[in-house]
């Protein structure tokens, strides 16, 4: 039986933790100085928890890590000396995941990207994978999440995760400030006519912009890379630095899925 340390259980790490449990691995997380959501998630899924981090490595063959995206290299920094299987799902900039790499020398690293909610039922969300994956995929065999194994090293993975955000994060940010703008000029009834008519989606989807709105302290971070991904291809990175400052001014709505839409606008302006 494979024994996965996951790093750490947050909403999508949880999600994914279940299905390597459902898969027949043990998934082991460390508790300590977690809140009481966290430890909820982490006994929902199933995982079984250890006092500290050295004693749930001494046990692992394989470590995720699945945290905001600017912690990434502390949480690989915290393994280091780790000899199995590193996989790297962060939604950061392929360079860093390189550096990741580096920063793990006797560790395999796979690089990791995540598309899709947190996994519940096939064909939602997928694992896309690059370097050296042996034995990766087989740990969510015949579960919710799909994994894809691209060609190429390290990074790969990372960019078509980063090139994904940016388009569906920037979209819905965009969709969001252009009802704050017709709102603010008394048109937005008709804004959402014109949606109707063309099918225009996100623009479309008032109703699921609370629930964006409460993500969007997470959004932020991960649109960010996308804005340094784009810089490194010479590509411009307007649009996802302003998608970023929209996510920002979310920041008061965090984890508050129930704001009504008008507050919600509101906190653009």
């Known amino acids: 039986m494979t024994v996965v340390t996951l790093l750490h259980p947050g909403a999508m790490g949880a999600a994914v933790g279940r299905q390597a449990v459902s898969a027949g691995a043990t998934v082991l997380w460390v508790g300590a100085g977690r809140s009481d959501a966290t430890c909820r998630r982490a006994l929902d899924a199933g995982l079984v928890e250890r006092p500290d981090l050295d004693s749930a490595l001494a046990e692992s063959d394989v470590v995720l890590s699945i945290c905001p995206p600017a912690f990434a290299e502390d949480v690989a920094r915290e393994v280091a000396g780790f000899t199995g299987v590193y996989v790297e799902a962060n939604a950061i900039a392929p360079e860093r995941s390189r ?18 909610g947190p996994p519940s039922q096939p064909g939602t969300t997928r694992l896309y994978l690059s370097g050296d994956a042996t034995g990766v995929p087989e740990l969510f065999a015949g579960t919710a999440l799909d994994v894809v194994v691209l060609p190429g090293d390290v990074g790969v993975a990372s960019a078509l995760k980063i090139a994904y955000a940016s ?27 014109e949606a109707e008519r063309l099918h225009a989606r996100p623009l479309l989807q008032v109703d699921a912009y609370p629930n964006m709105a409460a993500r969007g302290w997470r959004w932020a971070p991960e649109i960010l890379e996308a804005a340094a991904t784009l810089r490194a291809a010479g590509l411009p990175d307007g649009l996802a630095r ?4 929209t996510m920002r001014r979310w920041d008061a709505a965090k984890d508050r899925a129930d704001l009504p839409i008008e507050d919600v606008l509101g906190l653009l302006g």
């Open 99 to 116: 550096r990741i790499a580096g920063l793990l020398p006797s560790a395999r690293v796979v690089d990791g990207g995540i598309i899709g």
């Open 242 to 245: 302003g998608s970023a400052e």
């Open 167 to 193: 388009y569906q994060k920037t979209t819905w940010a965009l969709a969001a400030v252009s009802h704050a703008l017709a709102a603010a000029h008394g048109v937005g009834d008709q804004l959402l006519a």
